[in-house]
């Protein structure tokens, strides 16, 4: 069965300061992978998708990056946070029509 | 463009009572919708889809939502709510598969 793996599950970064998030998807070849953010009472954002090694789409132009160095790792990054990146940062692969989540990432930008 | 919306971001029901939780969507074309759970700090489980098969769909839990075109809605209902139902609620669309778009969520509180 597939599994698909977050870390770190909380981070407490300081304005400023770089963000690198790590998602591993295990049990499937060749997913699609999702970044999201959830800000409090916003619902989901889409952040990034990526259909591919080195194919990354970008949703929303702000100060984050994804990477996806390997077919199942998907990399989100930032040189420099803000306080507004604060949020709850979720990992999904889909194949076909259904994306499956990862446990999240807590992100407090103090 | 594709998008859902999500009608009461707060729902409350007694223990017993029927869930329905609304969701309408904007779409060109027949879009494939979910209905996704979240409980406190974690991901998100699928609930349920709708794929352009039987326009009622049942999903987990007891939940079942029902596709309509004419009304372009897709609310999700439950018969008898459980203490256990009490969780964040995201509807959700796709039309490629690659992009999915969810609504700002309804958070169900269950009264005992």
């Known amino acids: 069965s597939q599994t698909i793996h977050q870390w770190p599950a909380t981070l407490v970064q300081p304005v400023g300061s770089p963000l690198s998030l790590e998602c591993t998807v295990e049990g499937t070849s060749n997913p699609n992978l999702y970044w999201y953010r959830q800000a409090a009472g916003r619902g989901l954002q889409l952040l990034f998708y990526?259909?591919?090694?080195?194919?990354i789409s970008s949703e929303v132009p702000q100060n984050l990056s994804a990477s996806r160095p390997q077919d199942r790792q998907f990399i989100l990054s930032s040189k420099k946070l803000l306080l507004s990146d604060s949020g709850f940062y979720l990992c999904?692969?889909?194949?076909?029509?259904?994306?499956?989540f990862g446990p999240g990432t807590r992100l407090t930008v103090t | 463009a594709q998008s859902v919306t999500q009608l009461g971001s707060h729902v409350s029901v007694s223990e017993g009572a029927l869930v329905l939780l609304r969701c309408n969507y904007s779409s060109s074309v027949p879009p494939y919708l979910f209905w996704y759970v979240q409980y406190p700090n974690q991901g998100l489980q699928l609930l349920l889809k709708y794929t352009s098969a039987a326009t009622l769909v049942k999903g987990i839990n007891g939940f079942e939502a029902e596709f309509k075109k004419s009304e372009t809605s897709f609310h999700l209902t439950k018969p008898s709510a459980h203490m256990s139902d009490a969780a964040e609620y995201f509807c959700?669309?796709?039309?490629?598969?690659?992009?999915?778009?969810f609504g700002t969520g309804t958070s169900l509180t269950v009264i005992p």
């Open positions: 999904a692969w889909g194949q076909r029509d259904e994306q499956y």
């Open positions: 990526s259909v591919g090694i080195g194919q």
């Open positions: 959700a669309v796709t039309r490629n598969g690659n992009q999915f778009y």
